[in-house]
């Protein structure tokens, strides 16, 4: 039988591990992220962090680590986005980089204007929403046509001018101010 004594440790244990979390989601850095959660996480300082990588020693040997970019986001500071979001929006944490080019792509597309991606994960949406913008294309818009008719929008973002080509890697290139319509709150 269990006596006071012995479940006062467990708690203690309990309740320390609670500061501990809090600890590390008030004071979270990119450069101390691991790889597999650098992509799609936010500073506590409210910059988005991102996968770079780099070569070291006097050989061709590459390794990656992760950055603080430029690009401020305006809520979620200290996030780091679940499985379930990049699973659900089709996306890849070891991605070095992010372009807009994914949105030419009806597979991803289709994942990102799903509801459990658009609906359920703000952080993902919200970067993808700023990359379309970029491309002069409106996220809730492409998201529309994406479900009423898949090729047709394609052919829409295609015809909005948005290049076929790799966006610059520098993160200047991916800072784009956000619309008044905020796309978690846009209609779906």
């Known amino acids: 039988m269990a006596t006071f004594s012995s479940k ?15 600890a590390i989601a008030h004071e979270l850095v990119c450069e101390n992220l691991p790889m597999d959660l650098c992509a799609f996480a936010i500073s506590s300082s409210g910059k988005r962090c991102l996968l770079e990588t780099y070569r070291y020693g006097e050989g061709s040997a590459v390794d990656y680590q ?8 305006e809520k979620l500071a200290g996030h780091v986005e679940t499985d379930e979001c990049v699973m659900a929006c089709g996306v890849d944490r070891n991605s070095v980089g992010i372009s807009s080019d994914a949105l030419l792509e009806p597979r991803f597309t289709a994942k990102l204007c799903s509801s459990n ?3 359920g994960c703000p952080n993902i949406v919200d970067l993808y929403f700023n990359l379309a913008a970029g ?3 409106f996220l809730p818009d ?17 015809s ?10 520098t993160s200047e290139s991916l800072e784009v101010a956000s619309p ?3 796309p978690a709150a846009a209609p779906m």
């Open 8 to 22: 006062l440790p467990l708690a203690a244990l309990f309740f320390s591990s609670l500061f501990f979390h809090a």
């Open 135 to 137: 491309e002069g294309v």
């Open 180 to 182: 008044a319509a905020s």
């Open 117 to 119: 991606c658009y609906n």
């Open 66 to 73: 992760c950055r603080t970019s430029e690009v401020m986001v």
């Open 160 to 169: 909005s001018g948005a290049a076929p080509g790799p966006v610059s890697s």
């Open 142 to 158: 492409l998201c529309e046509m994406q479900r009423k008719n898949p090729h047709r929008a394609m052919l829409e973002l295609l």
